[in-house]
């Protein structure tokens, strides 16, 4: 899965209109098992820039859709208590975890990042399903 957005040295404007691939995210979910009353569920997010400058991930944003058709969302600062730093070609992966009232689910989102010249943008994170086995055929 890639996320669109533009170089860094470009305008604002620029950011929001022009397509590119500077930043490469993956998402991988695996079910941990059943928690008291609701299912457990980890991700490991595997982050690429591919722009030409470093950026730091500021906070994240994340709506979280149970089977039911509710949704919950998550809103803060960095990622497992990082900011990190990505240098033009570095990657980066963390992993963390969901609780969710079905077995099945899912989630999608946005990271905030800022250029090495200050400039803020969000790179969406495509939809990725959480299911625990033998839930879809």
């Excluded at 404007?13 to 691939?21: A, F, G, H, K, S």
């Excluded at 993956?26 to 098992?33: D, H, N, R, S, W």
């Excluded at 500021?58 to 730093?85: L, M, Q, S, Y």
Aim: proline fraction near 7%; aromatic fraction near 10%; charge should be negative.
């Amino acid at each position: 899965t890639i996320v669109h957005f533009v170089q860094c040295k470009e305008s604002k404007t620029e950011l929001m209109m022009r397509p590119n691939i500077p930043v490469h995210v993956v998402a991988q979910p695996e079910f941990l098992g059943p928690h008291e009353d609701k299912f457990a569920f980890s991700y490991t997010i595997y982050i690429t820039n591919q722009s030409d400058c470093s950026i730091t991930l500021r906070n994240r944003h994340w709506i979280i859709t149970h089977a039911d058709g509710t949704t919950e969302e998550v809103i803060g600062e960095g990622v497992i208590g990082e900011t990190p730093e990505l240098a033009p070609g570095a990657s980066y992966s963390y992993t963390s975890g969901a609780l969710i009232p079905t077995p099945v689910g899912s989630m999608r989102g946005s990271y905030g990042f800022v250029t090495e010249d200050g400039q803020s943008f969000r790179a969406e994170i495509p939809e990725f399903a959480l299911h625990a086995p033998d839930t879809l055929h």
